[in-house]
């Protein structure tokens, strides 16, 4: 989409696209596996020939460092392109379904259609990965598509751009590139599926979208992700997962850790264990985290203006900075950062933080530690230090969370055979390998009569009709 053209011009334009996508649709549909992976191969090679640009493009975004951007970017599409080819004949293939003895002569079985014109609104935080991967998915299903990657990100969406146009007719995908107004004017079209990534408050105005339309969504969304640290953990261990994966990306990743829940007993030890791995992570020969070429910077100064206000709010209200804590707007930096004697008045315990930063309390029973949790919107992931069992799975019995990982941070986006999503306010359905690809179809049933025949149970309701219906609905 050209950036000048004006309004009325733009949504004319998205309109044609759409429209065009539309009339495209049931051709698309009835693409066969080997067609659909010709197209998911399409994609594959063309990141594996262009991974350089990648990086760069990223880098000039937010100065994520280029191999970051191979760990939390590249490994999962690249996992998620092998996974959906090896696997997608056999999801595409009708699934055969049980047939109760009452309904004898028939069989029943699943199939799973596309749903037609779908949208992917994709966030700036990983801004290649959360654009083409569920792509991958919705051409698996047989979908044709509408991409809406951040403007936050220029240089990253300039390239998914480029990217698209180079392998796809406009009829099948399509990016369309702008700000806010370019996504509503997108959500005000009508949709099969609309698949977006991005805040809970925005995820909102999504869904309030898409019931306009009663289209289905798919709302990846976020929250404030618990840890809990109890005593028989690793602390070592402990601490070098959670400060990779409060670090990682400068902190901007949807399933970091939020908040920080650590045994009074061991919180000494642990907090001199992260101090001593951040160190080591960003700082090993005594330079300034700001040199460090493995720390990403904040994507730009809005949002470091609004980190840096939580920690404002939360020092003018009592809590101490016990590690980090040196900004420079300039750069959009911001140290990783550690607050101790944060409590529930402060705005970093209201809001999701998205940042390098890491408030932590303590707790002397794992009741206390859970009524802060639950308290709380059921957060995107849960993460559990423990090599307690019992303790384990009494926190598992009396939570809810869109996932749970126990004994590491982030590594649940990695397997493509597990479920991917929140629940509630962090989000709605699920992603990653068959479960991506069961959200952009429609799973149609299907029942086929073979022999036989209900004509018994049709009226008249006779005596003998009556006794019939009845020893169905009882016994059969």
Not at 237 to 256: D, F, M, P, S
Not at 313 to 333: I, M, P, S, W, Y
Not at 380 to 391: E, F, G, Q, T, V
């Amino acid at each position: 989409m050209h950036p000048l053209l004006p309004e009325t011009d733009r949504h004319d334009e998205l309109k044609t696209v759409f429209d065009a996508q539309r009339r495209h649709a049931p051709e698309m549909a009835l693409t066969t596996a080997d067609q659909r992976i010709e197209r998911i191969r399409r994609i594959q090679a063309w990141v594996n020939a262009h991974e350089a640009e990648i990086q760069r493009a990223m880098y000039d975004d937010f100065r994520k460092p280029p191999s970051e951007v191979i760990v939390g970017e590249l490994i999962a599409l690249y996992a998620e392109i092998r996974h959906t080819i090896k696997n997608l004949r056999q999801w595409m293939k009708p699934q055969r379904l049980p047939t109760p003895l009452s309904l004898v002569g028939t069989r029943s079985y699943l199939r799973h259609e596309p749903k037609g014109n779908v949208l992917i609104i994709a966030p700036w935080n990983y801004p290649f990965l959360l654009t083409i991967r569920p792509l991958v998915s919705a051409l698996a299903a047989g979908n044709v598509a509408i991409l809406k990657p951040s403007e936050m990100t220029p240089n990253t969406s300039r390239l998914i751009r480029e990217m698209i146009t180079g392998l796809f007719p406009p009829e099948e995908v399509t990016v369309f590139e702008g700000d806010a107004d370019v996504a509503q004017a997108l959500l005000e079209l009508p949709f099969n599926h609309i698949f977006f990534t991005g805040s809970p408050t925005v995820g909102r105005i999504v869904m309030a979208a898409a019931a306009k339309h009663l289209a289905s969504v798919t709302l990846e969304l976020g929250g404030k992700s618990p840890a809990i640290v109890d005593t028989s953990a690793n602390l070592r261990q402990a601490a070098e997962q959670l400060a990779w994966g409060k670090c990682l990306n400068n902190g901007q990743t949807c399933i970091a850790p939020d908040y920080l829940l650590v045994h009074q007993s061991v919180k000494q030890p642990f907090m001199q264990a992260i101090r001593e791995t951040l160190t080591g992570m960003y700082s090993p020969n005594g330079q300034p985290v700001e040199q460090s070429d493995s720390y990403a910077r904040i994507v730009n100064n809005r949002h470091f203006q609004r980190i840096q206000s939580l920690i404002n709010d939360a020092v003018e209200k009592g809590a101490t900075v016990t590690l980090g804590g040196r900004t420079n707007a300039d750069q959009n930096f911001i140290e990783p950062t550690v607050l101790e004697g944060v409590t529930d008045d402060m705005r970093i315990m209201q809001d999701e933080i998205f940042g390098p930063v890491l408030p932590v309390l303590t707790y002397d029973t794992l009741d206390d530690a859970l009524q802060i949790i639950n308290q709380r919107e059921k957060p995107l992931a849960l993460y559990i230090h423990s090599r307690n069992p019992k303790a384990t799975q009494y926190i598992l019995d009396h939570t809810s969370a869109g996932d749970t990982v126990i004994n590491d941070t982030l590594v649940q986006f990695g397997n493509v055979e597990l479920p991917f999503g929140g629940v509630n306010n962090s989000g709605i359905g699920k992603s990653n390998g068959l479960f991506s690809f069961q959200e952009f179809s429609n799973q149609r049933g299907v029942m086929q009569r073979d022999f036989g025949t209900m004509k018994f149970i049709y009226p008249p309701y006779t005596d003998k009709v009556k006794k019939l219906i009845s020893f169905v609905a009882k016994y059969l």
